[in-house]
Every structure is written in C-alpha cells, then in structure tokens.
C-alpha cells in the first residue's frame, strides 16, 4: 500500500491487521495544526453498539458471546514523530476480558486491541462493574496520539 508522498505501508500489512496512511484517517479521527497533530489509533468502534446509559439497573443484563483482536497501523506524516501516546489498558474479570496497546516504531503507530464476552446474564446488583467495564473499554477507543514536527 503506497500513502501520499511515496511511503509504502507493505512492513507493516500482514495477514489480519488494518494499515492506514495518516491522511486517510477520517477528520472526526483527527486534528491537524502545523506543528501538532492529534489522533485517535481506534479507527473503528466495532463493540459500542450496546450503551449502558443508566446509573442503576433493576433487570439483569444479558451478555451476547463478543470477541475480537484487531491490529492497526499507522503511517505517520513525513516529518512528525510521536510526543505523548497513551498507556497500555488491561481488564479481566470473571466475566470479560479486554486488553488495548498503543507501539511507536519506524514512523508509525500499532495499536492492538482484544475482546472477549463469553456469554452470560449479569445480575443488576452487579450492573455497576459492567457499567465501569464498558465505560473503560469505550475510553480507551478515545485516547489521544500526540504527534509534533
């Protein structure tokens, strides 16, 4: 795959794992300046379908078997390098497991996501740590790149 300017993203594309040029990043995925440039590794939301809204729940919540491991790389801009990247996230629990990384390395960014829900019915007195679960998993899909020239 060749990005604008000439840069070949063939090191990094392997069987099972998204590549993407820099400049084709959707802008709500992106912010540029010219010395700075912002953006969010986690393309693709793929689990934040369901919302979990309320504070308390008096039902239980019913778990659809959920799992997936996605590897991105990111060919940064010519003459940028990353400044601030944000830290490795890890959950388990008995009843979900999630792990996300973020990698500078060669002009480029990885980011490495996994999800697992074996299915299950989550009692309402246990809404609250799904609920915490959730939120982290969906905050992790926001984290900031920092790049700067």
């Not at 996300?100 to 740590?129: D, I, N």
Request: overall charge positive; glycine content about 6%; charged content about 20%.
């Amino acid at each position: 795959m060749q990005c604008s300017g000439g840069s070949s993203l063939d090191r990094f594309c392997t069987a099972g794992c998204e590549c993407y040029c820099f400049a084709g990043i959707s802008q709500g995925c992106a912010q540029a300046a010219r010395k700075m440039q912002i953006f969010r590794a986690a393309v693709f939301r793929q689990f934040e379908a369901v919302r979990l809204n309320e504070k308390t729940r008096k039902q239980p919540v019913v778990l659809n078997v959920d799992a997936f491991e996605e590897k991105i790389h990111i060919l940064l801009p010519q003459g940028f390098k990353v400044d601030e990247i944000p830290d490795a996230v890890t959950v388990n629990s008995e009843y979900r497991n999630y792990q996300a990384g973020w990698a500078s390395e060669l002009g480029s960014v990885t980011f490495t996501r996994k999800l697992e829900v074996p299915p299950r019915t989550v009692p309402a007195a246990q809404y609250t740590q799904l609920k915490k679960f959730l939120d982290t998993v969906y905050g992790s899909s926001n984290q900031p790149v920092v790049l700067m020239r």
